[in-house]
């Protein structure tokens, strides 16, 4: 007998087999990568079958006038742009028997896939984004994890926090085996706060020690992006696209992330995995937070008007290199403990942004650092110094295109594993700033818009992930691979199956 590929009535390679056909053999085959040889030489792995099932197809049963039976298998079909979808290739065999072998040993294999999770929580905060998180869930995804056979849990949120509260408080975690976000970066915080908060105390670790130890979460995170940035979600996947969410948790993937962690004066504030931003990131959220009712596009309007107001903070800015721990053999450097390699740095910013990440979203597909890693244990500190309107302009425009953002005379990035940002006291700071560049004219007639602003008072907030901090004078720490997302880096571009 044959097994038919379903409308080109393709042979299913190696599988043209007569009499009985034995476990064994099909789970060879399995093994040997369930080869789908078609014309095009498209291979489907065992790891990216989302299920297969028993399907009826009657009316080609009479068009050939035999008695077929059919089953299914749904697969992961890359299109473009990382873009995930549930493809399906049907097959046909006249031996009942047979086909049920088959479907028996593709669902023992996928059973033997034991990163799948088999339970989840599910959190949908209904006003992220366009408001859109309820509706994508019920189309996109839960159809998706129906056909996996993945039992969820779901909770639409009443109010802020409620979905933080929940994981810090009440949910039993060891129903679950991951715990799925339906929002935007937000939300995502919501997420990691009650789960990184839980562990901790679970373990009895206290956060507010800056050198705690944290004990790194088991449960994975999935997001299904709705939000109005939905950068975590697009840095990690290469896309913001819920169905290509919803399969990336499926079949089970794994990435571990950097969480930094935040605090004030030895108390602990938050924790980021994306962007924590003063100066300009910072007054863009703090104005974006009156305009909520326009959704994403407050974020536009906010960062016009940021940009035309042109303000720049001072402060010190003291961090910790990446490559601290390397050293040379002639750096005079004897074997001691406490803080060594820290470098300090005075000065008037306009930005200064830690990226964990690349932060690449729809805004900027490369981020605001392209070449971040996800879980190094570092973070991107990026300084972009007092400079002209255009000259800033030309930086910002340089993250939506392949110029190198950080190739200017005020902008500075270095890898890190902490930092610390003090702003100037206003008795303290001082009257000039030695490092600003001598030619540095401000080429806009805007200057009007500065007449009240006193740059040795100013001060901005920190921007963390999208939420605002209520403290200026901050510790960071990069804590290395704290949690795991259903995810797995952004993949190389394969040859991609064009979308039917
Ligand atoms: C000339 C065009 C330049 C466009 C430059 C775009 C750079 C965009 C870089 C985006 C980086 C996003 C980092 C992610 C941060 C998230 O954790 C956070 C929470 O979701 N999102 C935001 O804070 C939301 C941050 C949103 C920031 C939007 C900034 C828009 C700037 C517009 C400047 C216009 C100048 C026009 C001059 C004529
Ligand atoms: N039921 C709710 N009512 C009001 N606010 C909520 C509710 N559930 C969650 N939130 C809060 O809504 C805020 C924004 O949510 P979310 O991150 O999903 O969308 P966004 O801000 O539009 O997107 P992004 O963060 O990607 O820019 C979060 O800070 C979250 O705490
Ligand atoms: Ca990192």
Same mark, same amino acid.
């Given at each position: 007998?044959?097994?038919?590929?379903?409308?080109?009535?393709?042979?299913?390679?190696?599988?043209?087999?007569?009499?009985?056909?034995?476990?064994? %053999?099909?789970?060879?085959?399995?093994?040997?990568?369930?080869?789908?040889?078609?014309?095009?030489?498209?291979?489907?792995?065992? @790891?990216?079958?989302?299920?297969?099932?028993?399907?009826?197809?009657?009316?080609?049963?009479?068009?050939?006038?035999?008695?077929?039976?059919?089953?299914?298998?749904?697969?992961?079909?890359?299109?473009?742009?990382?873009?995930?979808?549930?493809?399906?290739?049907?097959?046909?065999?006249?031996?009942?028997?047979?086909?049920?072998?088959?479907?028996?040993? =593709?669902?023992?294999?996928?059973?033997?896939?034991?990163?799948?999770?088999?339970?989840?929580?599910?959190?949908?905060?209904?006003?992220?984004?366009?408001?859109?998180?309820?509706?994508?869930?019920?189309?996109?995804?839960?159809?998706?994890?129906?056909?996996?056979?993945?039992?969820?849990?779901?909770?639409?949120?009443?109010?802020?926090?409620? %979905?933080?509260?929940?994981?810090?408080?009440?949910?039993?975690?060891?129903?679950?085996?991951?715990?799925?976000?339906?929002?935007?970066?937000?939300?995502?915080?919501?997420?990691?706060?009650?789960?990184?908060?839980?562990?901790?105390?679970?373990?009895?670790?206290?956060? #507010?020690?800056?050198?705690?130890?944290?004990?790194?979460?088991?449960?994975?995170?999935? =997001?299904?992006?709705?939000?109005?940035?939905?950068?975590?979600?697009?840095? !990690?996947?290469?896309?913001?696209?819920?169905? $290509?969410?919803?399969?990336?948790?499926?079949?089970?993937?794994?990435?571990?992330?950097?969480?930094? *962690?935040?605090?004030?004066?030895?108390?602990?504030?938050?924790? *980021?995995?994306?962007?924590?931003?003063?100066?300009?990131?910072?007054?863009?959220?703090?104005?974006?937070?009156?305009?909520?009712?326009?959704?994403?596009?407050?974020?536009?309007? *906010?960062?016009?008007?940021?940009?035309?107001?042109? #303000?720049?903070?001072?402060?010190?800015? *003291?961090?910790?290199?990446?490559?601290?721990?390397?050293?040379?053999?002639?750096?005079?450097?004897?074997?001691?403990?406490?803080?060594?390699?820290? #470098?300090?740095?005075?000065?008037?910013?306009?930005?200064?942004?830690?990226?964990?990440?690349?932060? %690449?979203?729809?805004?900027?597909?490369?981020?605001?650092?392209?070449?971040?890693?996800?879980?190094?244990?570092?973070?991107?500190?990026?300084?972009?110094?007092?400079?002209?309107?255009?000259?800033?302009?030309?930086?910002?425009?340089?993250? !939506? #295109?392949?110029?190198?953002?950080?190739?200017?005379?005020?902008?500075?990035?270095?890898?890190?594993?902490?930092?610390?940002?003090?702003?100037?006291?206003?008795?303290?700071?001082?009257?000039?700033?030695?490092?600003?560049?001598?030619?540095?004219?401000?080429?806009?007639?805007?200057?009007?818009?500065?007449?009240?602003?006193?740059?040795?008072?100013?001060?901005?907030?920190?921007?963390?992930?999208?939420?605002?901090?209520?403290? $200026?004078? =901050?510790?960071?720490?990069?804590? @290395?691979?704290? =949690?795991?997302?259903?995810?797995?880096?952004?993949?190389?571009?394969?040859?991609?199956?064009?979308?039917?």
């Amino acid at each position: 007998m044959s097994f038919l590929y379903h409308h080109k009535l393709m042979n299913l390679c190696t599988c043209n087999f007569s009499g009985s056909y034995h476990q064994a %053999a099909v789970t060879t085959e399995l093994n040997r990568q369930f080869n789908l040889s078609t014309e095009h030489g498209q291979t489907v792995k065992v @790891c990216e079958i989302v299920a297969v099932h028993k399907t009826e197809d009657e009316a080609d049963a009479q068009a050939r006038k035999t008695v077929l039976v059919v089953f299914a298998v749904s697969y992961v079909r890359r299109t473009r742009q990382h873009l995930w979808r549930c493809a399906d290739v049907t097959f046909h065999c006249a031996d009942q028997q047979i086909c049920e072998q088959w479907v028996q040993v =593709i669902n023992e294999q996928l059973s033997l896939l034991t990163n799948r999770p088999k339970n989840l929580l599910v959190y949908i905060n209904p006003y992220g984004g366009k408001r859109r998180g309820e509706r994508i869930y019920e189309q996109k995804v839960a159809p998706v994890f129906r056909q996996a056979g993945i039992f969820t849990d779901v909770i639409v949120t009443e109010r802020a926090n409620h %979905a933080r509260d929940h994981l810090k408080m009440e949910a039993n975690l060891d129903d679950y085996d991951g715990v799925v976000c339906v929002g935007g970066d937000g939300m995502f915080s919501e997420i990691l706060h009650g789960l990184v908060t839980r562990i901790q105390t679970d373990h009895g670790v206290d956060q #507010n020690q800056p050198d705690a130890e944290l004990v790194p979460c088991s449960l994975r995170i999935g =997001i299904i992006p709705a939000g109005s940035t939905d950068c975590i979600c697009f840095a !990690t996947q290469g896309t913001n696209d819920p169905v $290509t969410s919803a399969l990336h948790i499926v079949v089970g993937d794994s990435q571990p992330m950097d969480v930094c *962690s935040v605090h004030h004066n030895g108390v602990f504030l938050k924790y *980021s995995v994306s962007l924590l931003g003063y100066g300009f990131y910072g007054d863009v959220l703090t104005d974006s937070e009156r305009n909520r009712w326009l959704g994403p596009a407050r974020y536009d309007l *906010s960062g016009f008007k940021t940009f035309l107001s042109h #303000n720049y903070y001072g402060g010190t800015v *003291s961090f910790l290199p990446a490559d601290d721990n390397v050293g040379h053999p002639r750096d005079k450097l004897q074997c001691r403990s406490g803080d060594r390699g820290w #470098n300090v740095i005075h000065g008037k910013f306009i930005a200064i942004n830690s990226a964990s990440m690349s932060c %690449a979203c729809p805004r900027s597909p490369k981020g605001l650092s392209p070449s971040a890693h996800l879980a190094d244990g570092t973070t991107d500190l990026i300084l972009v110094r007092k400079c002209s309107r255009l000259d800033f302009f030309r930086h910002l425009l340089r993250h !939506t #295109n392949n110029d190198d953002q950080f190739d200017h005379w005020f902008v500075e990035v270095h890898r890190v594993r902490k930092f610390r940002f003090e702003p100037w006291h206003p008795d303290l700071a001082p009257l000039e700033d030695a490092s600003e560049h001598p030619e540095s004219p401000d080429l806009s007639p805007i200057s009007s818009l500065q007449e009240t602003y006193d740059d040795r008072t100013a001060e901005s907030s920190w921007n963390c992930d999208g939420e605002i901090l209520h403290h $200026t004078a =901050i510790q960071v720490s990069v804590q @290395c691979q704290l =949690i795991r997302l259903f995810a797995r880096g952004i993949e190389e571009q394969q040859d991609a199956e064009v979308a039917v």
